[in-house]
């Protein structure tokens, strides 16, 4: 059974740091891992979607890393600012038939 | 990107009473999901919905409990019944496009007393 980790938990960070959020998976037969980010009370916003032949992706101040064989994803923020502040989750899609396992998500707050 | 609408957005319920959520997307979508957070924890598919046919529960959840309409292609319902308070959680539609990327709908806050 696919099981999706995140760790921190919780990470408070000074404005201006770069950070790493990592996450890991138990199955590393995935089809996809998609980064979302969720504000209070908010639904999901998709980040960056890795797909499982790809390495790494990039969106602005925002690269996500997969490696497979090691079952390990990694989400790097760039020069954090305080709007960088919400829970960050990490989702694998098993199948390809969207059955999306979701991690329990890294609650960030950037400190101005 | 696609944009999902959610009806109500927020809701305080008795127990033992009904709710329908009603999901809208901005332009047809072959598979519409629904999705359980409660508080403090992740998301947890609750069903997969295609239109013009039943939902496809996953384990824990049961029609009877989530019943779920799909009954065209940009619009489905998810009806949480006889609630009891461990039903306080935010429910998700949410839909894919853009070579598997997964979109979400901004979420039911359902507290029931």
């Known amino acids: 059974k696919q099981e999706v980790t995140q760790i921190p938990a919780a990470l408070s960070v000074p404005e201006g740091e770069n950070l790493v959020l990592n996450c890991s998976f138990t199955?590393?037969?995935?089809?996809?891992l998609q980064w979302f980010r969720q504000d209070p009370g908010k639904g999901l916003t998709s980040l960056l979607l890795?797909?499982?032949?790809?390495r790494e992706q990039t969106s602005g101040r925002l690269n996500a890393s997969l490696d497979k064989s090691s079952g390990r994803s990694t989400l790097y923020i760039a020069a954090s600012q305080p709007g960088d502040s919400a829970t960050y989750l990490c989702?694998?899609?098993?199948?390809?038939?969207?059955?999306?396992?979701f991690g329990a998500g890294t609650r960030l707050f950037v400190k101005a | 990107s696609a944009v999902i609408s959610q009806k109500p957005s927020r809701d305080i319920c008795q127990r033992g009473t009904s709710l329908t959520i009603q999901c809208q997307v901005d332009s047809q979508v072959t598979m519409m999901f629904w999705y359980r957070q409660q508080p403090g924890q992740s998301l947890t598919l609750i069903a997969t919905a295609n239109q013009g046919s039943e939902a496809t529960y996953e384990s824990g959840f049961v029609i009877d409990k989530f019943p779920i309409s799909r009954p065209n292609l940009t619009f489905s319902t998810l009806t949480v019944s006889n609630m009891s308070p461990e039903d306080s959680s935010i429910y998700l539609c949410?839909?894919?496009?853009?070579?598997?990327?997964?979109?979400f709908g901004p979420g039911t806050r359902l507290t029931v007393l």
């Open positions: 989702a694998v899609d098993i199948t390809g038939g969207f059955k999306t396992i």
């Open positions: 949410s839909t894919y496009r853009d070579t598997d990327t997964q979109y």
């Open positions: 199955d590393s037969a995935i089809y996809n």
């Open positions: 890795i797909q499982s032949s790809q």
